[in-house]
């Protein structure tokens, strides 16, 4: 097992990464992994994603990918994943499209219609909890649920819109504003939501990450007692992370940018941060004070005033933590203001 090296506030605020010294894969039983920005952005699979993961799983590791992307089934994740050459079962698969179906199904009857606003993982969801999905507000829905699809069309938004305004109940499987893709970062299911909020009003429920219902669902299918949740969203993955009392593992791969690690407040701030999925098999190194200042490797990083100073050589991933603890440190419960752009720009970052 790896020994991990922590340091922790009396308030309970991270304030610098945390050290490990044997591999993320030794010390934790299960990596409940996000999948867009992690393993794959598009069709493509992130660079050392599958000889990283399959490392970590030949070493004992169960891989359990989590997704907010509610428009697959398992069973087409899964097999994207295989062909990647990635174990994968459809039962390691666990979709935000899930969870909301469970959560529905604890308001609703059983047998009841739902108003579906998404993709084949959404409708399979639901038809597993017992629910039918119908498509029109004139169906006499108990719930109206939105999940991602990015063949969603103008009648269908409109569809939920008529359903809210009528008063039934709305969820959604996710509001994350955006998602990776191959040529970018486009809309995502967060931002269809605020078109059927801007013309109905209220807001729906939530199901997926960071919202609780996610990781029961993640922990109830998974069985895991040591979970490890490894994304690239600060918003979702480590602020889930942090609402279900987890560790997190931040990767470099996705959305978020090292300028906006370094804002962090603290429901956003991950346990570990490395570059990709290959921080999974390796020792994290220990963050540690150094007079007004904090170390790691060949780096030390201080807030001074409204500037983040950074000297010495060596690994830029050691510099970025060391940064990491000097803002957070200064930002205490809120976001460091100080300006970090000349230190990032000596990392190369």
């Known amino acids: 097992m790896g020994e991990q090296v922590r340091e922790r506030s009396g308030d309970g605020v991270r304030r610098r990464p945390d050290g490990c010294r044997g591999a993320l894969s030794a010390a934790y039983d299960t990596a409940l992994l996000d999948l867009d920005g992690v393993v794959y952005t598009g069709g493509e699979a992130i660079e050392h994603a599958v000889g990283a993961l399959t490392a970590a799983h030949e ?46 199904s604890e308001q609703v009857p059983d047998g009841a ?38 063949s969603l069309d103008w009648e ?10 009528r008063g039934v109940p709305w969820f959604a499987s996710n509001t994350d504003l955006t998602i990776p893709k191959e040529r970018g970062i486009a809309p995502g299911n967060g931002a269809l939501v605020e078109v059927v909020r801007i013309a109905a009003g209220g807001a729906p429920r939530v199901a997926g990450k960071p919202q609780p219902p996610m990781h ?8 895991a007692r040591r979970p490890l949740v490894v994304g690239d969203r600060l918003d979702t993955d480590i602020e889930g992370a942090w609402n279900g009392g987890v560790d997190s593992l931040l990767v470099l791969t996705g959305v978020t940018t090292p300028a906006d690690l370094l804002a962090a407040p603290p429901a956003h701030r991950p346990t570990y941060v490395d570059a990709d999925l290959r921080g999974l098999l ?33 690994e830029p991933l050691d510099g970025l933590r060391a940064l990491c ?19 990032l720009g000596a990392l190369g970052m």
């Not at 579906?116 to 507000?137: K, N, T």
């Not at 269908?156 to 305004?165: F, N, P």
């Not at 540690?288 to 050589?313: H, P």
């Not at 809120?334 to 752009?341: I, T, V």
């Open 59 to 104: 070493g004992g590791m169960h891989l359990a990918y989590v997704t907010n992307n509610a428009s697959r089934t398992p069973q087409a994740v899964a097999g994207q994943l295989a062909g990647f050459g990635l174990p994968a079962t459809p039962e390691d698969v666990i979709t935000s499209a899930q969870a909301v179906a469970r959560l529905i």
């Open 113 to 150: 219609r739902v108003l579906a606003i998404g993709g084949e993982g959404l409708r399979v969801a639901l038809r597993e909890r017992g629910l039918v999905p119908v498509a029109s507000a004139d169906d006499d829905p108990a719930a109206v649920v939105q999940g991602y699809d990015p």
């Open 216 to 223: 029961r669902e993640t922990v109830l299918r998974t069985g």
């Open 156 to 165: 269908q938004l409109a569809e939920a819109a008529y359903a809210v305004q």
């Open 282 to 314: 390796r020792p994290q190194p220990e963050v540690a004070a150094d007079g007004a200042g904090f170390r790691c490797g060949g780096w030390r990083a201080e807030a001074a005033g409204d500037e983040l100073l950074l000297d010495g050589a060596g």
């Open 325 to 343: 603890a000097a803002a957070w440190t200064a930002a205490g419960e809120g976001s460091c203001p100080a300006d970090a752009a000349k230190a």
